[in-house]
């Protein structure tokens, strides 16, 4: 089984900062692309930003130039540094993988997600 769990949220006001982690144990072989999504109260589920294995990035225009994403794969690690946040990137974030568990078999998983509340 593989687990996905995050950590970092909380509480900031606006203009300020937050990182999230987040680390993917189990068993796994290999780890594809990498993201956050998050979740406004009312709303869907949207991707912020993603990372392939390659290390390329992707965002989201609502977060370009303020949020970036990196990830370590050694300790498959996913991080999102979140800079200059504002009221409307309050939500559950939550990390997702696409986790190759042998050669065969890649599963997709999330985390239980960790909440970021941005105050005006």
């Known amino acids: 089984q593989v687990q996905l769990v995050e950590s970092g949220g909380g509480l900031v006001q606006a203009g300020g900062s937050l990182r999230l982690s987040c680390v993917a144990s189990?068993?796994?072989?290999?780890?594809?692309?990498m993201g956050w999504y998050r979740q406004a109260p009312g709303k869907q589920r949207e991707l912020v930003a993603s990372i392939a294995g390659d290390g390329d990035p992707d965002y989201a225009d609502s977060v370009k130039g303020r949020f970036t994403i990196t990830r370590d794969g050694a300790e498959n690690t996913v991080d999102l540094q979140m800079n200059s946040l504002k009221p409307e990137d309050t939500g559950v974030y939550y990390c997702?993988?696409?986790?190759?568990?042998?050669?065969?078999?890649?599963?997709?998983?999330w985390g239980r997600g960790t909440q970021v509340t941005v105050s005006s």
């Open positions: 189990g068993t796994i072989s290999s780890i594809g692309r």
């Open positions: 997702n993988a696409d986790v190759a568990i042998n050669r065969l078999l890649t599963r997709n998983y």
